[in-house]
């Protein structure tokens, strides 16, 4: 093309799909997300970012169509630029819950969304499919942050929960990261399990040494603002 991008233009992208609007961050800092390189390769790009600085590193909102698992090639600026010390990267959070206490952690999502952190959960995210197992795998390798959701109804009986927990323990000892990005949650009081290594060497480190986090009674507004602060801590 012949021109030179900055280092730092981002692109926020609002995907638009069947299942309603979905915002990631896409563009040079890309984040994973695989729609970026159609803003980087296109002359429209670069011209819209000359229209509204030169110089400046900022960001830029767009619209793009999504058919199925496929990005389409129609997109349209939907917003104005961003200079990038004011933007804020979009963080992916999964919460695994069981069955029984979805009214309290979807008062969580709204919480979490009201502070601009994208929340994936089930209910919201998955069609009547047959590779709805696969795609809350996929959630769970791709999140930046695991909240693990338990009360006593989570105790004394068989739950999918407990499937995601084993594939957040198998990311965790894989990647060899460490456990910042999983936050235990108590919507109740009750025990934190301890059966789980999510330890990368052999010193085992059980969910239950993690610090938790109480979003139930008098620690509703307390919990949900540390949960924010340990989500966002890091791009401030």
């Not at 909102?61 to 997109?75: A, L």
């Not at 769970?140 to 009986?157: K, N, T, W």
Request: with cysteine; aromatic share 10%.
């Amino acid at each position: 093309m012949g021109k030179v991008i900055r280092r730092d233009y981002c692109v926020l992208a609002r995907y638009r799909t069947d299942a309603g609007t979905n915002v990631v961050i896409g563009g040079l800092r890309a984040y994973g997300q695989a729609a970026s390189c159609q803003f980087l390769d296109s002359e429209r790009f670069y011209k819209q970012a000359d229209k509204y600085s030169s110089h400046d590193e900022f960001q830029l909102v767009v619209e793009v169509p999504v058919v199925g698992r496929e990005y389409g090639h129609g997109w349209q600026i939907v917003d104005g630029a961003t200079p990038l010390e004011h933007a804020r990267p979009v963080k992916r959070v999964f919460i695994s819950y069981v069955r029984e206490n979805l009214r309290a952690v979807q008062k969580l999502s709204e919480a979490l969304k009201d502070a601009k952190i994208e929340v994936w959960i089930d209910r919201d995210r998955i069609k009547v499919t047959n590779q709805w197992k696969a795609r809350i795998k996929e959630a769970i390798d791709d999140c930046d942050y695991f909240l693990a959701c338990f009360s006593h109804q989570y105790h004394g009986r068989d739950n999918f929960m407990d499937q995601e927990l084993t594939w957040m323990a198998q990311r965790s000892r894989s990647r060899g990261s460490t456990t910042d990005w999983i936050v235990p949650v108590r919507l109740s009081k009750c025990k934190i399990p301890a059966h789980l290594n999510l330890g990368p060497t052999r010193r085992k480190i059980g969910m239950n040494d993690l610090q938790r986090v109480d979003v139930f009674g008098q620690n509703w507004e307390r919990g949900i603002q540390e949960i924010v602060e340990r989500i966002l801590d890091e791009v401030d």
